[in-house]
């Protein structure tokens, strides 16, 4: 299992800014997924100075084991004609990521839809994002989530 610090996180979130500026795509619209997607949603807009920042409530995720998606909440937005980057901390079967990005294309109608995650897991990984930090083979535990992991 590959624990990570706040330090790490916020030095990850700031490398993914960077690759996705290198990458030469300008959103408009920052979406993270809730809860893991928020953190690197914050340092992405600081970084790319984007200020149209909004979430999605989803998790697929109970106690390190994977369940049925849950939508909980949508944002109330006008995305039509706008660059979207959707935001999360990683893309384990990527079927989350990509069922997110389905529905966002459907509901929403972007010009440009991307997905940025910190790290991918490649043992896992399906349905990889446009833009990643790194691949990993083991679990990643998150500085917010060491009381939900097994044996904590």
Not at 31 to 43: E, M, N, Q, R, S
Not at 104 to 117: D, G, H, M
Not at 120 to 131: A, E, M, S, T
Request: proline share 5%.
């Amino acid at each position: 299992m590959k624990h990570l610090s706040w330090d790490e996180v916020d030095a990850q979130s700031r490398a993914l800014a960077e690759k996705v500026r290198a990458s030469l795509f300008e959103p408009d619209v920052l979406i993270g997924i809730a809860t893991g997607g928020l953190v690197p949603l914050l340092v992405l807009a600081k970084q790319l100075g984007v200020k149209e920042v909004l979430t999605i409530a989803a998790r697929s995720y109970d106690k390190g084991e994977q369940k049925q998606l849950f939508i909980g909440a949508l944002p109330d937005a006008d995305l039509a004609g706008k660059r979207v980057l959707v935001v999360d901390e990683i893309a384990d079967s990527g079927v989350t990521l990509g069922k997110i990005m389905s529905l966002i294309q459907e509901r929403y109608t972007p010009s440009e839809l991307k997905s940025a995650v910190l790290y991918v897991h490649g043992d896992n990984c399906k349905q990889y994002p446009d833009i990643w930090i790194e691949e990993v083979k083991e679990w990643v535990a998150f500085p917010w989530e060491r009381d939900e992991l097994p044996g904590s």
